[in-house]
């Protein structure tokens, strides 16, 4: 039996996964690590938020992170979509949150419910409920009746529903560990006193909970007993854990970062993601989490930020679409590997830590029984090192991590990918209806026309500017301000020619401002400063004037101490200034009128049906509010479906009936600041590596293939600010190269590693290529070269010496077949040029 397939059925055993198992497992921790039925455990784990993507794709995701050698799924659960109304829940569809984890159990994994009930996670109000904020005498996160009460209530119903269901693994379920609060120890300071007595008292409801597993706080280095504390970060290898007995776990390894509208896409290199990792089990962590392992989408209105974008892919290894991002995802399923190897002699015993020079680091595990695995370092930046270990010599790249299981011999350096590359793209698809052959909608086009003002009979009447979460309880992104006001003949406004401008002041996040039904000028906020301030030149007539000031909100608070009382809206001043005659006339305290929503909204239109819908022989086109709606067929494939909204304004979609996202197209990212190839070595941080400068943050918006009928589907729109819909376009999700460059002084693949030792033998580095989909073959090998061969996938270029036959032997080893591997030594290839250090790259494509 091999290795993996006995680790395997010990996990299963562990959990009582098996058929025959029954019994519920014992779970507890100790200094080093968590404890399972006996048996101190390393664990990988990695983070999918099951609304982030839909049920048809959960049991592909989960199974493609076992596949990556995680043993543990880690999710939030997200309190405003299970109990949007006071004490009414909902945990069907993509609030399933019961069938998740079921399905993780089902593959064999552990899974962590972090119930929070606060979760930040770049969601809408950190996963609060809006009616929260609505109870008398409330304060979020702190000694507060009202709030603990509601807490207590919701933690309580999830952990009921667990029980119910036997998902503890105290009950035979998978659930190993649970969370209570997030993050609050970056905070509690501005919260004082009350906030030591919340976090004691949050812990102690918990345990009181009994659940049967423990419990952990993220960043909260007070967490009392028995609570574990754990940490958050790019890199957690210096964390020390509050308390001596309780383990060093990770519980948020940042893959990568979100992304905003109006902002450059950020990435994190994978060789960096694998120093870190292999940094905290080097120095003697037992738990660790990629936040996240798949991101998603962010879909309907549960974006937070403000001004996240809709897509939450975060440069994920599973992408937002579920296709694994390579190397990514290969290079980190080899790390997980090489680490499990040493898993034995880490579990026993401390690491034992020394210098081996300037930036050089060991650290040892050994058993009195003679296992024995190291870890070698370098934490320079800035070139090789050469550390002298146990009488051998190793040569570390910087900023990078050799694991030797047997304390000898190294399976894998934390730079050196064996990995093979994918490079995705999107390819414009045709469809029978209502689509021409690049992929653009044609015809079938229906619409109406979003009245401008006040349009319905809820509208309410209020001396001065209301703040706007507090009017619509976020019921809408949308807030109609709206003001007649008189102009006399005689007023200075309109004397002598004279210009005036009108003067709006709001808090966030976009405003555009109608006067007499027009549009006269509009202002949107960003990231990190969400208020809106316009000077909008306009045009006055004598006797009534009408201002219509429309505010948008782009996703509300969600992190920072005190972020419930982060307000949106025009809270004024509005002002009419005269320009040439400096006059001024402040509005802010006359009688306004209020509606919330649109018209559209209330008539239901997202879901298609009305009669409101008018069509006609010329497509009303760069029109602020308007709806759009038209039918198509789904594309003909079977891959993961894009919508392109290049053409478009900013707005919300609709696909028969559900809401994909907001869409912002022409929120442009700045023009500096991305780098075309961004260097791991050195710490990381979110705005290091960047890409996509000077473009839309987001053009591309993901249409889950569930919601899809193969014809016939309904597509609306609503358009804020303007656009073509004719330009749209469907696009699906395909891998174009597969590539692999491997260096003759790679390790040995962590494949290997187990059948060499037994035969005796060191086998040297192999390229390795599997095409990524099922009934893929290698149909063509695009480009191969032994020798020194420069350049990344996709422009590979031969260098000063190549041998003649690679080509033809990579062919011979690759086409035809769904997975190839071929030796990188002269053996294989010959040597071309005699004393330097060759390496094999390869670009292959599948069919």
Not at 431 to 450: I, K, P, Q, R, T
Not at 649 to 663: C, D, H, L, P, T
């Given at each position: 039996m091999r290795w993996t397939e006995q680790l395997l059925i010990?996990?299963?055993?562990?959990?009582?996964?098996?058929?025959?198992?029954?019994?519920?497992?014992?779970?507890?921790?100790?200094?080093?690590?968590?404890?399972?039925?006996?048996?101190?455990?390393?664990?990988?784990?990695?983070?999918?938020?099951?609304?982030?993507?839909?049920?048809?794709?959960?049991?592909?995701?989960?199974?493609?992170?076992?596949?990556?050698?995680?043993?543990?799924?880690?999710?939030?659960?997200?309190?405003?979509?299970?109990?949007?109304?006071?004490?009414?829940?909902?945990?069907?569809?993509?609030?399933?949150?019961?069938?998740?984890?079921?399905?993780?159990?089902?593959?064999?994994?552990?899974?962590?419910?972090?119930?929070?009930?606060?979760?930040?996670?770049?969601?809408?109000?950190?996963?609060?409920?809006?009616?929260?904020?609505?109870?008398?005498?409330?304060?979020?996160?702190?000694?507060?009746?009202?709030?603990?009460?509601?807490?207590?209530?919701?933690?309580?119903?999830?952990v009921d529903l667990m029980k119910q269901e036997k998902l503890y693994a105290s009950q035979g379920g998978p659930i190993i560990l649970s969370q209570i609060e997030n993050e609050y120890g970056n905070i509690d300071s501005a919260y004082g006193s009350a906030g030591k007595r919340y976090i004691?008292?949050?812990?102690?409801?918990?345990?009181?909970?009994?659940?049967?597993?423990?419990?952990?706080?993220?960043?909260?280095?007070?967490?009392?007993?028995?609570?574990?504390?754990?940490?958050?970060?790019?890199?957690?290898?210096?964390?020390?854990?509050?308390?001596?007995?309780?383990?060093?776990?990770w519980t948020e390894n940042w893959t990568g970062w979100f992304l905003v509208f109006g902002g450059a896409v950020p990435y994190r290199p994978v060789e960096d993601i694998a120093f870190a990792v292999a940094r905290f089990f080097q120095r003697g962590g037992t738990f660790q989490n990629y936040y996240m392992y798949h991101g998603g989408t962010n879909f309907g209105r549960t974006t937070g930020g403000p001004f996240i974008a809709t897509s939450y892919d975060?440069?994920?290894?599973?992408?937002?679409?579920?296709?694994?991002?390579?190397?990514?995802?290969?290079?980190?399923?080899?790390?997980?590997?090489?680490?499990?190897?040493?898993?034995?002699?880490?579990?026993?015993?401390?690491?034992?830590?020394?210098?081996?020079?300037?930036?050089?680091?060991?650290?040892?595990?050994?058993?009195?029984?003679?296992?024995?695995?190291?870890?070698?370092?370098?934490?320079?930046?800035?070139?090789?090192?050469?550390?002298?270990?146990?009488?051998?010599?190793?040569?570390?790249?910087?900023?990078?991590?050799?694991?030797?299981?047997?304390?000898?011999?190294?399976v894998l350096n934390t730079a050196k990918i064996n990995s093979a590359t994918t490079i995705p793209k999107f390819m414009r698809q045709s469809s029978s209806n209502a689509v021409d052959a690049s992929g653009g909608f044609l015809a079938g086009w229906s619409w109406f026309n979003e009245p401008v003002g006040i349009s319905s009979s809820n509208a309410v009447m209020k001396p001065g500017l209301l703040e706007q979460i507090n009017t619509t309880a976020d019921k809408s992104d949308y807030l109609w301000y709206s003001l007649s006001t008189n102009v006399q003949v005689d007023e200075p406004f309109l004397k002598d020619g004279s210009q005036t401008v009108l003067h709006v002041e709001s808090l966030g996040h976009a405003l555009h401002a109608y006067i007499n039904g027009k549009l006269a000028g509009s202002g949107k906020g960003n990231s990190n400063d969400a208020k809106v301030s316009i000077d909008v030149p306009i045009t006055l007539i004598p006797g009534k004037n009408k201002i219509d000031l429309l505010s948008v909100t782009v996703g509300l608070q969600n992190?920072?101490?005190?972020?419930?009382?982060?307000?949106?809206?025009?809270?004024?001043?509005?002002?009419?200034?005269?320009?040439?005659?400096?006059?001024?006339?402040?509005?802010?305290?006359?009688?306004?009128?209020?509606?919330?929503?649109?018209?559209?909204?209330?008539?239901?239109?997202?879901?298609?049906?009305?009669?409101?819908?008018?069509?006609?022989?010329?497509?009303?086109?760069?029109?602020?509010?308007?709806?759009?709606?038209?039918?198509?067929?789904?594309?003909?494939?079977?891959?993961?479906?894009?919508?392109?909204?290049?053409?478009?304004?900013?707005?919300?979609?609709?696909?028969?009936?559900?809401?994909?996202?907001?869409?912002?197209?022409?929120?442009?990212?700045?023009?500096?600041?991305?780098?075309?190839?961004?260097?791991y070595k050195g710490s990381y941080s979110s705005n290091k590596c960047l890409k996509n400068c000077g473009k839309p943050s987001q053009h591309l918006y993901h249409v889950p293939r569930s919601w899809l009928q193969p014809s016939g589907n309904t597509l609306v729109l609503f358009e804020e600010t303007g656009g073509d819909p004719t330009q749209l376009s469907f696009a699906t999700r395909e891998i174009g190269s597969l590539c692999s460059h491997i260096s003759e002084s790679h390790p040995q693949h962590v494949e290997t590693w187990r059948s060499s030792r037994k035969r005796g033998s060191r086998p040297g580095p192999v390229l390795s290529l599997e095409c990524p989909l099922t009934n893929q073959v290698i149909s063509s090998i695009e480009f191969a070269s032994f020798g020194t061969p420069s350049g990344s996938c996709g422009s590979f270029s031969h260098g000063s010496c190549s041998s003649t036959q690679a080509l033809s032997i990579v062919q011979k080893a690759c086409v035809g077949s769904k997975s190839c591997r071929v030796d990188v030594s002269i053996d294989t290839f010959g040597d071309p040029c005699i004393g330097v250090t060759k390496s094999l790259a390869v670009e292959a494509a599948c069919t």
């Amino acid at each position: 039996m091999r290795w993996t397939e006995q680790l395997l059925i010990l996990s299963f055993l562990a959990v009582g996964f098996l058929p025959t198992a029954t019994l519920g497992a014992n779970v507890t921790h100790d200094h080093r690590a968590l404890v399972i039925d006996g048996r101190r455990r390393v664990l990988i784990s990695g983070s999918i938020h099951y609304p982030r993507s839909t049920p048809d794709m959960w049991a592909d995701l989960i199974q493609k992170s076992k596949d990556g050698g995680l043993d543990v799924i880690e999710t939030y659960v997200f309190w405003d979509l299970h109990e949007p109304v006071r004490n009414q829940y909902d945990f069907e569809g993509r609030n399933d949150l019961v069938k998740f984890i079921k399905l993780v159990g089902e593959a064999g994994l552990y899974a962590h419910l972090r119930i929070g009930p606060y979760v930040c996670a770049e969601w809408n109000y950190g996963g609060f409920p809006l009616w929260l904020h609505f109870i008398p005498g409330i304060k979020f996160r702190t000694d507060n009746e009202p709030f603990k009460a509601e807490m207590q209530r919701f933690t309580a119903k999830v952990v009921d529903l667990m029980k119910q269901e036997k998902l503890y693994a105290s009950q035979g379920g998978p659930i190993i560990l649970s969370q209570i609060e997030n993050e609050y120890g970056n905070i509690d300071s501005a919260y004082g006193s009350a906030g030591k007595r919340y976090i004691n008292w949050a812990a102690s409801m918990a345990t009181s909970l009994d659940t049967g597993v423990p419990w952990v706080m993220c960043q909260q280095a007070n967490a009392p007993d028995p609570m574990i504390n754990t940490c958050n970060g790019f890199y957690c290898d210096q964390f020390t854990p509050a308390s001596a007995n309780r383990p060093k776990m990770w519980t948020e390894n940042w893959t990568g970062w979100f992304l905003v509208f109006g902002g450059a896409v950020p990435y994190r290199p994978v060789e960096d993601i694998a120093f870190a990792v292999a940094r905290f089990f080097q120095r003697g962590g037992t738990f660790q989490n990629y936040y996240m392992y798949h991101g998603g989408t962010n879909f309907g209105r549960t974006t937070g930020g403000p001004f996240i974008a809709t897509s939450y892919d975060y440069d994920a290894p599973i992408d937002e679409y579920g296709f694994l991002r390579q190397p990514k995802w290969g290079h980190l399923k080899d790390l997980h590997k090489a680490i499990k190897l040493c898993e034995q002699a880490m579990v026993a015993t401390d690491p034992t830590i020394s210098s081996l020079g300037s930036n050089l680091e060991a650290s040892v595990y050994k058993t009195a029984s003679g296992s024995c695995a190291a870890f070698l370092a370098n934490i320079g930046t800035q070139s090789d090192a050469t550390a002298n270990f146990n009488g051998n010599s190793y040569q570390l790249p910087p900023w990078s991590v050799s694991i030797l299981p047997d304390c000898k011999n190294v399976v894998l350096n934390t730079a050196k990918i064996n990995s093979a590359t994918t490079i995705p793209k999107f390819m414009r698809q045709s469809s029978s209806n209502a689509v021409d052959a690049s992929g653009g909608f044609l015809a079938g086009w229906s619409w109406f026309n979003e009245p401008v003002g006040i349009s319905s009979s809820n509208a309410v009447m209020k001396p001065g500017l209301l703040e706007q979460i507090n009017t619509t309880a976020d019921k809408s992104d949308y807030l109609w301000y709206s003001l007649s006001t008189n102009v006399q003949v005689d007023e200075p406004f309109l004397k002598d020619g004279s210009q005036t401008v009108l003067h709006v002041e709001s808090l966030g996040h976009a405003l555009h401002a109608y006067i007499n039904g027009k549009l006269a000028g509009s202002g949107k906020g960003n990231s990190n400063d969400a208020k809106v301030s316009i000077d909008v030149p306009i045009t006055l007539i004598p006797g009534k004037n009408k201002i219509d000031l429309l505010s948008v909100t782009v996703g509300l608070q969600n992190y920072g101490a005190f972020f419930d009382e982060k307000g949106a809206g025009i809270t004024g001043p509005v002002k009419l200034v005269g320009v040439n005659n400096g006059s001024t006339v402040d509005l802010s305290s006359q009688q306004w009128t209020y509606q919330t929503g649109l018209k559209g909204e209330e008539l239901s239109l997202s879901n298609g049906g009305s009669s409101a819908w008018v069509s006609g022989a010329t497509l009303p086109k760069e029109q602020p509010l308007i709806w759009y709606k038209t039918t198509f067929d789904a594309p003909s494939s079977t891959n993961p479906v894009a919508l392109d909204f290049t053409g478009m304004g900013k707005g919300e979609a609709f696909v028969n009936g559900q809401s994909i996202g907001r869409y912002w197209p022409t929120y442009i990212s700045p023009s500096s600041g991305c780098t075309d190839s961004c260097n791991y070595k050195g710490s990381y941080s979110s705005n290091k590596c960047l890409k996509n400068c000077g473009k839309p943050s987001q053009h591309l918006y993901h249409v889950p293939r569930s919601w899809l009928q193969p014809s016939g589907n309904t597509l609306v729109l609503f358009e804020e600010t303007g656009g073509d819909p004719t330009q749209l376009s469907f696009a699906t999700r395909e891998i174009g190269s597969l590539c692999s460059h491997i260096s003759e002084s790679h390790p040995q693949h962590v494949e290997t590693w187990r059948s060499s030792r037994k035969r005796g033998s060191r086998p040297g580095p192999v390229l390795s290529l599997e095409c990524p989909l099922t009934n893929q073959v290698i149909s063509s090998i695009e480009f191969a070269s032994f020798g020194t061969p420069s350049g990344s996938c996709g422009s590979f270029s031969h260098g000063s010496c190549s041998s003649t036959q690679a080509l033809s032997i990579v062919q011979k080893a690759c086409v035809g077949s769904k997975s190839c591997r071929v030796d990188v030594s002269i053996d294989t290839f010959g040597d071309p040029c005699i004393g330097v250090t060759k390496s094999l790259a390869v670009e292959a494509a599948c069919t």
